[in-house]
């Protein structure tokens, strides 16, 4: 088993700044493909990142693309979101993702380890 755990949500103002952190515990050795969906209020979770294990493919949502950036350091099982220019749309619940494939997929059906989310508020 591989357990995640989100940590750097808030409340900010639009234009503002975030840092989440996906951290990996447990047989983080088997975990190849990290990514971060979002669900926002009253809507579908929806993916926003991902990252395969050598942080050498990216890939984006159309709406976070030149303002969000994933990362990863794999000798500290972490996964970050730098998010940057905030809009109130980028609220919600953000969950960090895991799967056994060096494939950066954008179902989360394809994804087989889940954090329990991280709330992320943008006023206007």
């Known amino acids: 088993q591989v357990q995640l755990e989100e940590s750097g949500g808030g409340t900010v103002q639009a234009g503002d700044s975030l840092r989440l952190s996906c951290s990996a515990s447990?047989?983080?050795?088997?975990?190849?493909?990290m990514a971060w969906f979002r669900r926002a209020p009253g809507k579908e979770r929806d993916f926003v990142a991902g990252?395969?294990?050598?942080?050498?493919?990216?890939k984006y949502a159309d709406s976070v693309k030149g303002r969000f950036t994933i990362t990863r350091d794999s000798g500290k099982n972490t996964a970050y979101l730098q998010m940057n220019t905030l809009k109130p749309e980028d609220t919600g619940v953000y969950y960090c993702?895991?799967?056994?494939?060096?494939?950066?997929?954008?179902?989360?059906?394809?994804?087989?380890?889940w954090g329990q989310g991280t709330q992320v508020s943008v006023s206007s």
């Open positions: 993702a895991a799967r056994e494939y060096d494939f950066v997929s954008q179902s989360d059906r394809d994804y087989t380890y």
């Open positions: 990252i395969n294990w050598s942080g050498g493919v990216t």
């Open positions: 447990g047989r983080v050795f088997t975990v190849y493909q």
